[in-house]
Protein backbone atom coordinates (compact mmCIF):
# COMPACT_ATOMS: atom_id res chain seq x y z
CA UNK A 1 0.00 0.00 0.00
CA UNK A 2 2.55 2.87 -1.13
CA UNK A 3 1.58 6.13 -1.42
CA UNK A 4 3.45 6.81 -4.30
CA UNK A 5 4.98 4.37 -6.52
CA UNK A 6 7.05 4.66 -9.43
CA UNK A 7 8.52 1.65 -11.84
CA UNK A 8 11.06 0.60 -12.56
CA UNK A 9 13.76 1.41 -10.09
CA UNK A 10 16.43 1.58 -11.85
CA UNK A 11 16.93 1.91 -15.92
CA UNK A 12 19.51 1.61 -17.64
CA UNK A 13 19.80 2.31 -21.59
CA UNK A 14 21.60 3.49 -24.61
CA UNK A 15 21.61 6.44 -25.73
CA UNK A 16 19.36 7.32 -28.31
CA UNK A 17 16.80 4.80 -27.09
CA UNK A 18 13.16 5.51 -26.38
CA UNK A 19 12.51 4.87 -22.27
CA UNK A 20 8.67 5.38 -19.79
CA UNK A 21 8.89 5.54 -16.28
CA UNK A 22 5.61 5.25 -14.68
CA UNK A 23 4.25 6.57 -11.36
CA UNK A 24 1.07 6.30 -9.47
CA UNK A 25 -0.36 7.34 -6.31
CA UNK A 26 -2.93 6.37 -4.30
CA UNK A 27 -3.58 9.21 -1.79
CA UNK A 28 -6.50 10.32 -3.95
CA UNK A 29 -4.34 13.96 -4.61
CA UNK A 30 -5.20 16.21 -7.74
CA UNK A 31 -1.80 17.21 -8.49
CA UNK A 32 1.04 15.25 -9.67
CA UNK A 33 4.27 15.92 -10.35
CA UNK A 34 7.87 15.33 -11.66
CA UNK A 35 11.66 16.12 -10.46
CA UNK A 36 14.78 15.29 -11.82
CA UNK A 37 17.78 15.02 -9.42
CA UNK A 38 21.08 15.14 -11.05
CA UNK A 39 24.51 13.60 -9.40
CA UNK A 40 25.08 16.91 -7.92
CA UNK A 41 22.10 15.85 -5.85
CA UNK A 42 20.14 18.75 -7.06
CA UNK A 43 16.35 18.84 -7.60
CA UNK A 44 14.57 20.21 -10.05
CA UNK A 45 10.83 20.53 -11.15
CA UNK A 46 10.21 19.82 -14.79
CA UNK A 47 6.75 19.28 -14.85
CA UNK A 48 2.95 19.66 -12.78
CA UNK A 49 -0.45 18.24 -13.57
CA UNK A 50 -3.50 19.03 -11.52
CA UNK A 51 -6.43 17.05 -12.62
CA UNK A 52 -5.08 15.89 -16.12
CA UNK A 53 -3.75 19.64 -16.75
CA UNK A 54 -0.51 20.55 -17.61
CA UNK A 55 0.19 23.64 -15.17
CA UNK A 56 4.12 23.27 -14.88
CA UNK A 57 6.21 23.37 -18.08
CA UNK A 58 9.77 23.93 -17.26
CA UNK A 59 12.49 24.88 -19.44
CA UNK A 60 12.62 20.91 -20.04
CA UNK A 61 13.51 19.68 -23.86
CA UNK A 62 10.70 18.15 -25.94
CA UNK A 63 12.39 14.80 -26.03
CA UNK A 64 10.30 14.49 -22.28
CA UNK A 65 6.96 14.23 -22.66
CA UNK A 66 4.46 13.66 -19.35
CA UNK A 67 1.21 12.14 -19.63
CA UNK A 68 -1.53 11.60 -16.94
CA UNK A 69 -4.54 9.67 -18.31
CA UNK A 70 -5.76 9.98 -14.82
CA UNK A 71 -5.33 11.74 -11.45
CA UNK A 72 -3.71 8.67 -10.26
CA UNK A 73 -1.00 8.44 -12.57
CA UNK A 74 1.43 10.58 -14.52
CA UNK A 75 4.14 8.72 -16.53
CA UNK A 76 7.31 10.40 -18.24
CA UNK A 77 7.83 9.60 -21.50
CA UNK A 78 11.76 10.25 -22.74
CA UNK A 79 12.59 10.18 -26.48
CA UNK A 80 16.20 10.27 -27.75
CA UNK A 81 17.75 9.55 -24.68
CA UNK A 82 21.14 11.63 -24.05
CA UNK A 83 24.19 10.85 -21.69
CA UNK A 84 22.54 14.04 -20.01
CA UNK A 85 19.56 12.68 -18.91
CA UNK A 86 21.24 10.20 -16.08
CA UNK A 87 19.59 11.42 -13.25
CA UNK A 88 17.26 9.80 -10.60
CA UNK A 89 13.90 10.78 -11.49
CA UNK A 90 10.94 11.32 -8.30
CA UNK A 91 7.68 11.65 -9.08
CA UNK A 92 5.52 13.18 -6.29
CA UNK A 93 1.71 13.95 -5.25
CA UNK A 94 0.06 16.45 -3.27
CA UNK A 95 -3.60 18.14 -2.58
CA UNK A 96 -2.99 21.56 -3.99
CA UNK A 97 -6.26 23.96 -4.26
CA UNK A 98 -6.20 25.09 -8.02
CA UNK A 99 -1.99 26.71 -8.64
CA UNK A 100 -1.00 26.90 -4.96
CA UNK A 101 -0.10 23.47 -3.02
CA UNK A 102 -0.87 23.84 0.52
CA UNK A 103 0.12 20.50 1.78
CA UNK A 104 3.00 18.76 1.57
CA UNK A 105 4.49 16.62 -1.52
CA UNK A 106 4.81 13.13 -1.13
CA UNK A 107 7.78 11.40 -3.19
CA UNK A 108 8.01 8.62 -4.74
CA UNK A 109 11.10 6.38 -4.17
CA UNK A 110 13.06 7.08 -7.53
CA UNK A 111 14.22 6.33 -10.76
CA UNK A 112 17.39 5.70 -11.42
CA UNK A 113 18.24 6.18 -15.33
CA UNK A 114 21.61 5.30 -16.89
CA UNK A 115 22.29 6.42 -20.18
CA UNK A 116 25.00 4.93 -21.87
CA UNK B 1 10.91 32.40 -11.46
CA UNK B 2 12.06 31.65 -7.89
CA UNK B 3 15.51 31.00 -6.46
CA UNK B 4 16.22 29.59 -3.29
CA UNK B 5 19.91 29.64 -1.92
CA UNK B 6 21.01 27.05 0.56
CA UNK B 7 23.80 27.52 3.40
CA UNK B 8 25.85 25.58 4.39
CA UNK B 9 26.80 22.81 1.49
CA UNK B 10 28.37 20.65 4.36
CA UNK B 11 27.69 20.76 8.27
CA UNK B 12 29.90 18.68 10.68
CA UNK B 13 28.69 18.83 14.08
CA UNK B 14 29.11 16.31 17.19
CA UNK B 15 26.04 14.50 18.81
CA UNK B 16 24.54 16.59 20.78
CA UNK B 17 25.00 19.73 19.82
CA UNK B 18 22.79 21.73 17.50
CA UNK B 19 22.67 22.36 13.80
CA UNK B 20 21.43 25.27 11.81
CA UNK B 21 21.10 25.53 7.95
CA UNK B 22 20.03 29.10 6.39
CA UNK B 23 17.83 29.37 3.04
CA UNK B 24 17.15 32.70 1.10
CA UNK B 25 14.63 32.81 -1.47
CA UNK B 26 13.62 35.61 -4.07
CA UNK B 27 10.34 35.60 -4.88
CA UNK B 28 8.46 37.41 -2.09
CA UNK B 29 4.81 35.68 -3.43
CA UNK B 30 6.62 32.31 -1.94
CA UNK B 31 4.00 31.51 0.49
CA UNK B 32 4.90 28.18 1.51
CA UNK B 33 8.41 26.91 3.14
CA UNK B 34 8.77 22.89 3.67
CA UNK B 35 12.30 21.27 4.96
CA UNK B 36 13.00 17.84 3.49
CA UNK B 37 15.16 15.44 4.72
CA UNK B 38 17.01 12.66 1.92
CA UNK B 39 18.71 9.85 3.40
CA UNK B 40 21.06 7.97 1.02
CA UNK B 41 19.68 6.41 -1.58
CA UNK B 42 15.93 7.67 -0.35
CA UNK B 43 13.47 9.68 -1.47
CA UNK B 44 12.96 13.35 0.47
CA UNK B 45 10.73 12.85 3.41
CA UNK B 46 8.85 16.37 4.60
CA UNK B 47 10.32 16.72 8.35
CA UNK B 48 8.68 20.13 9.15
CA UNK B 49 7.26 23.18 6.75
CA UNK B 50 6.01 26.94 7.74
CA UNK B 51 3.47 28.72 5.87
CA UNK B 52 3.99 32.86 5.23
CA UNK B 53 1.53 33.61 7.98
CA UNK B 54 3.59 32.38 10.58
CA UNK B 55 7.15 33.09 12.31
CA UNK B 56 8.18 29.84 13.81
CA UNK B 57 7.28 26.85 14.31
CA UNK B 58 8.31 23.83 16.41
CA UNK B 59 8.25 19.86 16.51
CA UNK B 60 9.86 18.03 19.31
CA UNK B 61 14.16 18.55 18.26
CA UNK B 62 13.21 20.49 14.95
CA UNK B 63 11.77 24.18 14.23
CA UNK B 64 11.73 26.54 11.37
CA UNK B 65 11.82 30.80 11.55
CA UNK B 66 11.05 32.33 9.00
CA UNK B 67 11.54 36.01 8.01
CA UNK B 68 9.54 37.45 5.67
CA UNK B 69 11.06 41.04 5.03
CA UNK B 70 14.07 39.45 4.72
CA UNK B 71 13.08 36.21 2.89
CA UNK B 72 15.01 34.07 5.02
CA UNK B 73 14.42 30.99 6.73
CA UNK B 74 15.95 28.77 8.71
CA UNK B 75 16.01 25.21 10.00
CA UNK B 76 17.29 24.26 13.68
CA UNK B 77 17.85 21.12 14.94
CA UNK B 78 18.71 20.77 18.86
CA UNK B 79 20.20 17.91 20.66
CA UNK B 80 21.41 16.24 17.22
CA UNK B 81 21.70 12.74 16.87
CA UNK B 82 23.77 9.77 14.38
CA UNK B 83 20.26 9.01 12.89
CA UNK B 84 20.21 12.45 11.60
CA UNK B 85 22.68 12.79 9.30
CA UNK B 86 21.34 13.24 5.68
CA UNK B 87 20.95 15.48 3.32
CA UNK B 88 18.82 18.26 4.02
CA UNK B 89 17.11 20.25 1.37
CA UNK B 90 14.65 23.88 1.98
CA UNK B 91 12.71 24.97 -0.61
CA UNK B 92 10.11 27.84 -1.19
CA UNK B 93 6.73 27.86 -3.17
CA UNK B 94 4.23 29.62 -4.73
CA UNK B 95 3.58 27.07 -7.92
CA UNK B 96 5.79 24.10 -7.83
CA UNK B 97 8.89 23.86 -4.96
CA UNK B 98 12.00 25.40 -5.65
CA UNK B 99 14.54 23.49 -3.51
CA UNK B 100 17.84 25.08 -1.94
CA UNK B 101 21.36 22.84 -3.48
CA UNK B 102 21.09 20.69 0.19
CA UNK B 103 22.99 20.56 3.13
CA UNK B 104 24.89 16.94 3.78
CA UNK B 105 24.80 17.00 7.70
CA UNK B 106 27.20 14.93 9.48
CA UNK B 107 26.57 13.98 13.01
CA UNK B 108 29.52 12.50 14.68
CA UNK B 109 29.39 10.05 17.47
Known amino acids: DTAVSQTPKYLVTQMGNDKSIKCEQN?????MYWYKQDSKKFLKIMFS???????INETVPNRFSPKSPDKAHLNLHINSLELGDSAVYFC???????????????FGPGTRLTVT | GENVEQHPSTLSVQEGDSAVIKCTYS??????FPWYKQELGKRPQLIID?????GEKKDQRIAVTLNKTAKHFSLHITETQPEDSAVYFC????????FGSGTRLQVQP
Open chain 2, 50 to 54: IRSNV
Open chain 2, 27 to 32: DSASNY
Open chain 1, 49 to 55: YNNKELI
Open chain 1, 92 to 106: ASSQASGYLPKAEQY
Open chain 2, 91 to 98: AASQRALT
Open chain 1, 27 to 31: LGHDT
